[in-house]
């Protein structure tokens, strides 16, 4: 069984500072990550994708991939009490021309004003 | 923005009934996708469907699942007979294409969920 796994938390961050938030998978042939934020009750909304060893930045969220460690990371700079709320890491796997996302079981934020 | 739209929000029925999650994935979208999330657990896979057939379904996905997509806007989950096991949110969610096409990495967008309640 293909597994994604995070810190449940709760993450509790002071207004302005970075937040944290980290993932692992065992897929070694996995390709496309993502993560997803989820507020009490609504639906996944897609935050950011990585595909590339690295980092990649967009606004106040940088994500960060190591494939040789498995490891998936997604900072939030500058942390605001909107971004309280559950984040989900995803890692895409495609297997024999089929794809879905397998998630984790999420990170909760909460950011203190 | 195009969005991927889903009804009903809330849908209450009796244990043992039949229920339609009907779903409007994006327009120019060709893969398809239900999940569901139990109230305090993650997300989980049932299906995807693409080129009209299922590509893969989960452990899941029995045969009191079924998906349909009758025309060509909608797309289906139908549940023959509930159990209370399956109470739940349903998401559906729809990318462009695959990974293998390269066009595009697989990104999945969700419709806001339906809150499935067996009772």
């Known amino acids: 069984q293909k597994e994604v796994e995070q810190n449940s938390g709760p993450l509790s961050v002071p207004e302005g500072a970075i937040a944290s938030l980290n993932c692992t998978y065992s897929?070694?042939?996995?390709?496309?990550f993502f993560w997803y934020r989820q507020y009490s009750g609504k639906s996944p909304e897609l935050i950011m994708f990585i595909y590339s060893n690295g980092d990649k930045e967009d606004g106040r969220f940088t994500a960060q991939l190591n494939k040789a460690s498995q490891y998936v990371s997604l900072l939030i700079r500058d942390s605001q009490p909107s971004d309280s709320a559950t984040y989900l890491c995803?890692?895409?796997?495609?297997?024999?021309?089929?794809?879905?996302?397998?998630f984790g079981k999420g990170t909760k934020l909460t950011v203190n004003p | 923005e195009p969005e991927v739209t889903q009804t009903p929000s809330h849908q209450v029925t009796q244990m043992g009934q039949e229920v339609i999650l009907r779903c409007v994935p994006i327009s120019n979208h060709l893969y398809f996708y239900w999940y569901r999330q139990i109230l305090g657990q993650k997300v989980e896979f049932l299906v995807s469907?693409?080129?009209?057939?299922?590509?893969?379904k989960s452990e899941i996905f029995d045969d009191q699942f079924s998906v349909e997509r009758p025309d060509g806007s909608n797309f289906t989950l139908k549940i023959r007979s509930t159990k209370l096991e399956d109470s739940a949110m349903y998401f559906c969610?729809?990318?462009?294409?695959?990974?293998?096409?390269?066009?595009?990495?697989?990104?999945?967008?969700f419709g806001a969920g339906t809150r499935l309640s067996v009772l």
């Open positions: 995803a890692v895409n796997q495609s297997w024999g021309g089929s794809e879905k996302l397998v």
């Open positions: 969610a729809s990318s462009v294409s695959p990974t293998w096409s390269r066009i595009t990495k697989n990104i999945q967008y």
């Open positions: 469907f693409y080129n009209n057939e299922i590509s893969e």
């Open positions: 897929d070694r042939g996995s390709q496309s």
